[in-house]
């Protein structure tokens, strides 16, 4: 696999799970009048958009990764379990690590902010995108990387 493949599939994938995950997530809020960013509870009962970006995160960085794996082809390729099954669940942590931060920072120096339920949908869209291309890449890479090396 060339680089240029290796990007070309990690923005495949994240431009597909943008578009997927932001549908879903329309159908979570589209019946609110508007959605807080965050919010500063942490056991909020409020629908935020931090609230759901969280698991939608992690879990799409612990199965993307597994299935990058699988559609991965190449002769000789090095077992799933346990390296590339203990990298899920690293890039789950880390995901959930950075998604966290990103909104407690965000609650800290902005504050409640609200936004429409688009918008929302928008925004959580763009996440798991990100999500899914970086995670996407990282599993490939370093698969393409130890079965060259």
Same mark, same amino acid.
Not at 39 to 62: C, K, M, R, W, Y
Not at 102 to 116: A, E, H
Not at 119 to 129: F, H, P, Q
């Given at each position: 696999?060339?680089?240029?493949? /290796? ?7 994240? %431009?597909?799970? *943008?578009?997927?995950?932001?549908? &879903?997530?329309? +159908? ?6 508007? #959605? ?7 056991? =909020? ?8 970006? !969280?698991?939608?995160? %992690? =879990?799409?960085?612990? /199965?993307? =990764?597994? $299935?990058?794996? *699988? ?13 590339? +099954? !203990? ?5 789950? +942590?880390?995901? +959930?690590? &950075?998604? #966290?931060?990103?909104? $407690?920072?965000?609650?800290?120096? $902005? ?6 339920? $688009? ?6 869209? /763009? /996440?798991?995108?990100?999500? *899914? ?9 370093? &698969? %393409? =990387?130890?079965?060259?090396?």
């Amino acid at each position: 696999m060339t680089q240029k493949e /290796i990007n070309k599939g990690a923005h495949t994938g994240g %431009v597909i799970n *943008a578009i997927i995950n932001g549908i &879903i997530n329309w +159908f979570q809020v589209r019946n609110l009048d508007e #959605v807080l960013v965050t919010d500063n509870l942490i056991s =909020s009962e409020q629908h935020t958009l931090f609230s759901g970006a !969280v698991p939608l995160a %992690v =879990s799409l960085a612990f /199965i993307l =990764s597994g $299935v990058a794996y *699988a559609t991965t082809k190449i002769p000789e390729k090095p077992k799933y379990f346990p390296k590339y +099954f !203990v990298k899920s669940l690293w890039y789950a +942590f880390a995901t +959930f690590g &950075i998604v #966290v931060t990103i909104g $407690v920072l965000w609650q800290r120096f $902005v504050g409640p902010v609200t936004i429409t339920p $688009v918008a929302a949908a928008i925004w959580a869209g /763009i /996440i798991a995108g990100i999500v *899914a291309a970086v995670v996407n890449y990282l599993t490939v890479k370093d &698969i %393409v =990387s130890k079965k060259t090396s």
